[in-house]
Nanobody, 127 residues
Framework: EVQLVESGGGLVQAGGSLRLSCAAS????????IGWFRQAPGKEREVVSC????????YYVDSVKGRFTISLDNEKITAYLQMNSLKPEDTAVYYC????????????????????WGQGTQVTVSS
């Protein structure tokens, strides 16, 4: 099967850290752009960070720069989002998404959308 499965969400206090995982099956990252997105209750889904499977180029939304790090493990075919210095406003359902033959910058800007989505994992940051 071609799919993405997310894990690693949970409840954490402000200032804490979480590491989200997105395990891929049925494909490799070579020709994909991979992104992390989030959706808070009552809000639209927004892009958080993207990475190119081909060369590892990364992109971050301003609100998470310096706090979040996106990475890939090509042996495990898994994408990660390391989240440090978490804030209550980071509370959301986090989704990973992937799209083939698209630049990571294009995915980040929203010019194209993922064709594969994970099921989502809840991140809750308490004050």
């Amino acid at each position: 099967e071609v799919q993405l499965v997310e894990s690693g969400g949970g409840l954490v206090q402000a200032g804490g850290s979480l590491r989200l995982s997105c395990a891929a099956s049925g494909f490799t990252f070579d020709h994909y752009a991979i992104g992390w997105f989030r959706q808070a209750p009552g809000k639209e889904r927004e892009v958080v960070s993207c990475i190119a499977g081909s060369d590892g180029n990364t992109y971050y939304v301003d609100s998470v720069k310096g706090r979040f790090t996106i990475s890939l493990d090509n042996e495990k075919i898994t994408a990660y989002l390391q989240m440090n210095s978490l804030k209550p406003e980071d509370t959301a359902v986090y989704y990973c998404g992937a799209v083939a033959y698209v630049y990571a910058s294009v995915l980040f800007r929203g010019w194209q959308s993922p064709e594969l989505w994970g099921q989502g994992t809840q991140v809750t940051v308490s004050s």
